[in-house]
């Protein structure tokens, strides 16, 4: 009788059975800590957008600025004016759609931008992304809506 060199099939078949197991329990947790640092980085993003508006309007006195009125408008930062204040990264900055998020959310900025505006955080994808969504106002009090759908002042819950 000869000597087996390797690995028979049915070991082998056992080891992939395992692997999977144990990536089937992995997975789902690596998933919800992803959409939890999403979601920390969206809150951390409308805290930056809440500094840069008060910054904007003690600069330019009565306004508040729009989300590329805040960025550098382009890549990196050159001169400073109301068009383009350099208040925020141009990642940030750029992420006003479903299609251009960072980190999962994008942002969009409301109101008359003359005595008010409201910040807006979604998930681009919600459920994959995030599960919540975010919103502030001039007051800098931050809410969330747990269902992902529209944030508001009045009716989201305080952060």
Request: net charge neutral; proline share 5%; hydrophobic share 35%.
């Amino acid at each position: 009788m000869r000597k087996q060199n390797g690995f028979s099939l049915i070991e082998l078949l056992i080891v992939v059975a395992i692997i999977l197991i144990i990536a089937a329990f992995a997975i789902p947790n690596l998933i919800r800590s992803k959409m939890a640092a999403n979601e920390a980085s969206a809150v951390a993003s409308l805290r930056t957008i809440n500094t840069s508006e008060m910054t904007y309007n003690n600069t330019y006195p009565g306004t508040y600025g729009t989300l590329a009125q805040l960025g550098p408008g382009g890549a990196t930062c050159t001169t400073s004016s109301s068009a383009n204040a350099c208040l925020i990264d141009n990642t940030l900055a750029n992420a006003s759609s479903a299609t251009t998020p960072k980190n999962g959310y994008y942002f969009t900025i409301g109101g008359d931008l003359i005595g008010n505006y409201t910040t807006f955080a979604q998930p681009s994808a919600p459920g994959s992304t995030g599960t919540r969504s975010f919103c502030s106002d001039q007051t800098l009090e931050l809410f969330y809506n747990p269902t992902g759908g529209a944030c508001t002042t009045s009716t989201g819950s305080p952060l």
